[in-house]
């Protein structure tokens, strides 16, 4: 039987500030990276055989501190780019198991215009609240 891992980014910078973050590239802030290792303690005995990822740097920094407490191998981005794929082929010493990782833009998080970057908290007052 396959799992599916869900996780979802630590705190970003951004976020860590109130900001609309959207696709602005920002990285994780002390406590997203403790998070992003803390979430790898709980899945270190997981087998994972694949791993899917935005491009957005907070969301691969996620994966990677995530892996870096995994015993199922070492996360290796599978690049898109001709060049970058036949230069990102490389072997390991015997028995070294590498963790397909790929990123992808659909994966981004929604793109918020002209929010991103605007504090959460000002939006309210400007627009108002938001309801679904």
Same mark, same amino acid.
């Given at each position: 039987m396959s799992? %599916? +891992?869900l996780i979802r980014h630590g705190e970003s910078l951004w976020n860590k500030l109130n900001l609309f973050t959207g696709w602005v590239d920002v990285p994780l802030s002390e406590?997203? !990276? #403790?998070e992003a290792l803390n979430a790898g303690k709980l899945l270190k005995h997981w087998r994972i055989d694949v791993i899917f990822t935005s491009e957005l740097i907070r969301a691969i920094q996620t994966a990677m501190l995530v892996m870096s407490k995994n015993f199922s191998g070492i996360p290796k981005i599978e690049h898109e780019n001709w060049m970058m794929k036949e230069w990102g082929s490389i072997y390991g010493e015997? &028995? #070294?198991?590498? !963790?397909? =990782?790929? $990123?992808?833009?659909?994966?981004? #998080?929604r793109y918020y215009g002209q %929010?991103? &970057? !605007?504090?959460?908290?000002?939006?309210? =007052? +400007?627009?108002? %609240?938001?309801? $679904?």
């Open positions: 799992n %599916l +891992i406590k997203g !990276v #403790e015997d &028995g #070294e198991r590498y !963790v397909p =990782t790929y $990123k992808s833009w659909h994966l981004n #998080e %929010l991103q &970057g !605007v504090n959460k908290d000002k939006a309210k =007052t +400007i627009y108002g %609240l938001f309801h $679904k």
